[in-house]
């Protein structure tokens, strides 16, 4: 290996403190002038030239495209100062491989997209605009460099499906694609991560990193490794890495995989055995069932904390016996206790977890995927496996951990596109220096938005939910019902099932079905009920006569915490100028509302069937102070996650632990 691939093998920029103060007030300026509207009519106009340049290639051959594009590559790998010269030209040789190998040619705003990605934005492109195809032009360019392209995506069924629909394009180009998902081993991955182009989700880049860094240990400087092999002392072999190293990101779904999922940061661990733990945590559940809420202890369902009161702290004090001598100090044993309480009061199954194959597994809250390979932390995984009657997994010990919005900085280049992203503009810019630049859509929105619904209680939502399923259901017209967690679901399944309406059911745990599942989801009368997992990146066809019938319709049976989130749902309507409708439900005992609404106005509720637009008013009033309270609360755990970041920087600067 040459010494500049081996420095770039495990190359990382460090990146600065953010900005604070003035400094602060200085970046966000240059922040609002890169986004200026005069950028996106430049974009504009060089995507017009593009596109129209393109239509001149429609007469050349295969042979001939492919001598050209080779050429490109030569100049991109070279990286001469004149390279982006040759952007236009390339780019207008892609949109006709596009068409081509995989039947798509790109729209002027995909290519306006594909630009503003290579120039170092995040894109914000409506949902359906074909943002998977616009990624493809700026990873080549990437992947031509010779240095690693990641592509994330916010789940592994997107993942796999992008890197191979849109493989031929990538043939064409003269590069290679490959990707990553959670069920694959160390050789695979290390096959797939040594394409041109890789897709994976952030999570599963972000904890082979850190497995990589691990391995390396002290060696994970270049100068360090290549010194010890000079002097002929053991040294540390790149060829157990199973990455390339890092270099380009384009991110899809950006405010997913850079602002929801960094609200805590990846850890990696390894299983500890730890007998008294074990021993301590059987003890405490039972020690938990004793107690009563209100009178020994209280919940905070906003931030999930339990309170012990006196009696509490009283009634665990005469069960220490019970305990190992480890855990008889006051504050281990309430812990303990706490720890139990929590999974009990805030855990549920079909919410936060599911039990697959006798073991709990984690739901993602965003993603509504199971993830196998994860554990909660601090003994409260074995808190739920005893409230669940399962044998309990050993306790880990914390290897290594590193925060999203640190790691994301390490990349030299990053870029990304989202379809709900100007929420977040003020945050990307800050942490990621991204500038979001909203892209035009090619076809007028058809998008009927109808006014929300709310009702007193749970049970009165589900019934108006189900009767307004089956008004479109026989009127042929297709529903897509999105739900929050997999209990809720299956719930709305069963009274489906009552009612003799035939649908179709995705979420964690089955999920088995879900290409399928998706690709029917616009035939007529088709009824399909989704967690988030049919959220972002699904794209939903319609079937022939759907849209004389008004399209897709999209039914939210629950608000979720982040806007951002909502409108993805809405997002599976009215694609590429469809024809589509939506619209939400909400109960005032709703998760959203009762942990994050203002408990004084829950008390309030408008009567009579006479102020029904009231109480809707009312309702949203509600739910917009609820996600507002909710994102306030998400953002702070962003904060704390960052300064924690600084903290263990300036704390641990006299070692240099490899993530520097």
Avoid at 43 to 58: D, F, G, N, P, V
Avoid at 360 to 387: K, N, S, Y
Avoid at 390 to 401: I, K, N
Avoid at 459 to 483: F, M, N, R, Y
Wanted: proline share 4%; glycine share 8%.
């Amino acid at each position: 290996m040459m010494p500049s691939a081996d420095y770039r093998a495990t190359r990382a920029i460090t990146p600065g403190k953010l900005h604070k103060g003035l400094d602060r007030c200085v970046h966000d300026l240059i922040g609002h002038w890169r986004r200026r509207d005069r950028t996106l009519q430049q974009l504009q106009e060089q995507a017009r030239q593009i596109a129209e340049r393109s239509l001149q290639h429609r007469q050349r051959t295969d042979a001939q495209l492919r001598q050209d594009l080779e050429g490109y590559r030569e100049q991109f790998r070279r990286r001469k100062k004149d390279v982006e010269t040759f952007l236009n030209e390339a780019l207008a040789v892609m949109v006709e491989a596009s068409e081509r190998t995989l039947g798509m040619r790109p729209y002027p705003v995909q290519i306006l997209g594909a630009l503003a990605i290579h120039r170092g934005f995040l894109a914000e492109m409506a949902t359906g605009e074909g943002k998977s195809l616009t990624a493809c032009f700026p990873a080549i360019l990437a992947a031509w460099s010779g240095r690693p392209c990641h592509l994330i995506t916010a789940n592994d069924y997107l993942a796999s499906r992008d890197a191979e629909e849109l493989a031929p394009l990538y043939r064409f180009c003269g590069t290679t694609t490959g990707w990553v998902g959670g069920h694959m081993d160390q050789f695979e991955r290390r096959a797939n991560y040594a394409q041109g182009v890789v897709y994976t989700t952030g999570k599963e880049l972000l904890a082979d990193f850190l497995r990589d860094r691990i391995l390396l240990g002290d060696a994970h400087l270049a100068p360090r490794r290549q010194l010890r092999r000079q002097l002929n002392r053991q040294h540390h072999s790149l060829d157990q890495l199973v990455m390339r190293g890092i270099d380009t990101a384009i991110v899809d779904e950006a405010d997913s995989v850079l602002i929801d999922e960094a609200v805590t940061p990846l850890i990696i661990s390894q299983p500890q055995k730890n007998e008294p733990l074990s021993q301590a945590v059987r003890v405490a559940a039972t020690i938990a069932q004793s107690l009563a809420p209100g009178e020994d202890y209280r919940t905070d369902r906003r931030y999930r904390e339990i309170t012990l009161t006196a009696r509490g702290q009283a009634q665990i004090a005469e069960t220490t016996g019970s305990l190992p001598p480890l855990f008889h100090g006051a504050g281990r044993r309430e812990e303990l206790v706490v720890t139990a309480l929590t999974a009990r009061e805030f855990y549920h199954k079909g919410q936060q977890y599911v039990i697959e194959d006798g073991a709990v597994v984690i739901v993602d809250e965003f993603t509504g995927r199971m993830m196998p390979q994860r554990t909660w932390r601090q003994g409260l995984h074995q808190a739920v496996e005893t409230m669940e009657g399962l044998p309990l997994t050993d306790p880990s010990e914390t290897l290594a951990r590193l925060s999203f919005q640190r790691f994301f900085r390490f990349f030299r280049k990053i870029g990304g596109m989202s379809g709900t992203a100007r929420e977040a503009a003020g945050e990307l810019w800050h942490i990621y220096g991204l500038p979001v630049l909203a892209i035009p859509t090619n076809r007028p929105c058809r998008r009927r938005v109808l006014p929300s619904r709310s009702y007193p209680h749970q049970p009165a939502k589900w019934q108006a939910i189900c009767d307004e399923i089956s008004s479109c259901h026989q009127a042929g017209q297709p529903v897509l019902i999105g739900t929050r967690s997999v209990a809720s679901s299956e719930e709305l399944s069963g009274m489906l099932q009552e009612r003799g309406i035939s649908h179709r059911l995705l979420n964690a745990v089955k999920h088995k079905e879900e290409a399928q599942i998706i690709a029917s989801a616009g035939s007529q009368g088709a009824v399909t009920i989704a967690t988030n997992m049919a959220g972002r990146g699904a794209d939903i066809k319609l079937g022939r006569g759907v849209a004389e019938l008004g399209g897709l319709h999209v039914i939210l049976t629950e608000r979720h915490e982040s806007k951002r989130i909502d409108r993805q749902l809405y997002g599976r309507c009215a694609r590429q100028g469809d024809p589509g409708s939506a619209r939400a439900y909400c109960s005032l005992d709703d998760e959203l509302l009762q942990r994050h609404g203002p408990g004084a106005l829950l008390k309030i509720r408008p009567r009579g069937e006479a102020s029904r637009a009231e109480a809707n008013r009312f309702a949203e009033l509600l739910v917009n102070l609820a996600q507002r309270s909710a994102q306030r609360r998400a953002f702070c755990q962003r904060q704390i996650v960052m300064q924690t970041d600084d903290w263990l920087t300036d704390a641990l600067s006299f070692a240099r632990t490899g993530l520097d």
